[in-house]
T-cell receptor
């Protein structure tokens, strides 16, 4: 939905290394979101963006940073990956402010060893 | 702190059964309640509810919202094995721009 792609789809990395996940959308949606999904916790919001260069923190933002230099791309960076950041990461988008539903990308499975 | 709670955590039924999934919420500046279905991939959007007492239907699935008691239910009638999935509900807050998700209900439909 909403032409959302995520890259990479799978990644294994070592503790302490930096990692960047990319979300790309083709629908010109204004809002973009990064979530993580862990067993027993459902989906939790990490960061979101409400426009180019406009971002804000979500519920679980510690250890993560984001950037949005173009409407279509939203990057999530783990500056120094830890094992607790092993998770499935989903990107989502939303169109106009008066719409409520978010559409999700296929997800990235990240394993930190 | 905003909170969304779903019950039951998991459910096993046989094809043809009817199931009811529950979602309660405590969210400031509530705007809407959304239901998603998640198979082994990304969540897919099912319903959005903004008004109390108005049932939304899509085939065998239906959902209703009670804004006074702060809950929603998702009904699935004549279940099929293809209905097996995790069902997520989410409450929309902050002028509609943020979702708080519940932990999900895992439904397994046996032949």
């Amino acid at each position: 939905d909403a032409g959302i792609t995520q890259s990479p789809r799978h990644k294994v990395t070592e503790t302490g290394t930096p990692v960047t996940l990319r979300c790309h959308q083709t629908e010109n949606h204004r809002y973009m979101y990064w979530y993580r999904q862990d067993p027993g916790h459902g989906l939790r919001l990490i960061h979101y963006s409400y426009g180019v260069k406009d971002t804000d923190k979500g519920e679980v933002s510690d250890g993560y940073s984001v950037s949005r230099s173009k409407t279509e791309d939203f990057l999530l960076t783990l500056e120094s990956a830890t094992s607790s950041q092993t998770s499935v990461y989903f990107c989502a988008t939303k169109g106009a402010p008066e719409t409520y539903e978010q559409y999700f990308g296929p997800g990235t499975r990240l394993t930190v060893t | 702190e905003d909170k969304v709670v779903q019950s039951p955590l998991s459910l096993v039924v046989h094809e043809g059964d009817t199931v009811t999934l529950n979602c309660s919420y405590e969210v400031t500046n509530f705007r809407s309640l959304l239901w998603y279905k998640q198979e082994k991939k990304a969540p897919t959007f099912l319903f959005m509810l903004t008004s109390s007492g108005i049932e939304k239907k899509s085939g065998r699935l239906s959902s209703i919202l009670d804004k006074k008691e702060l809950f929603s239910i998702l009904n699935i009638t004549a279940t099929q094995t293809g209905d097996s999935a995790v069902y997520l509900c989410a409450a929309n807050n902050n002028a509609g721009n943020m979702l708080t998700f519940g932990g999900g209900t895992r439904l397994m439909v046996k032949p």
